[in-house]
């Protein structure tokens, strides 16, 4: 039997899914033709013992870091709402977001 990942089946069509588990037999794809997408993924992977969440990983930054940062920027933003200022505020908000694209960039 073909080895599959959680992201090959994810991507994968649903007459290619039933294909798939018409021939497994396992109590997690029974009725296969009546389930829709999602139902005929989790019952595949349970059948085949597929880990369905995937982790992403973040190379090349420390990530606890620039969430650390994040947090303090957070803190600085609802300090300028409550003082109305818009010039300091709209700093603020553009280094959180430009932290959160960096994190972003960088998971795997």
Known sequence: MVDYTFEQLKHMKVAQLREIASGIDHEAVKG???????????G???????????????????????KAKIKALKAERDAALRAHDTDHLKMVRRRIHHLKRNLHKATV
Do not use: M, S, W
């Open 32 to 42: 296969y033709t009546q389930l829709r997408k999602e139902e005929i993924i989790h």
């Open 44 to 66: 595949i992977c349970t059948a085949l013992q597929i880990q369905e969440v995937v982790h992403h990983e973040v190379v090349g930054i420390n990530k606890a870091a620039i």
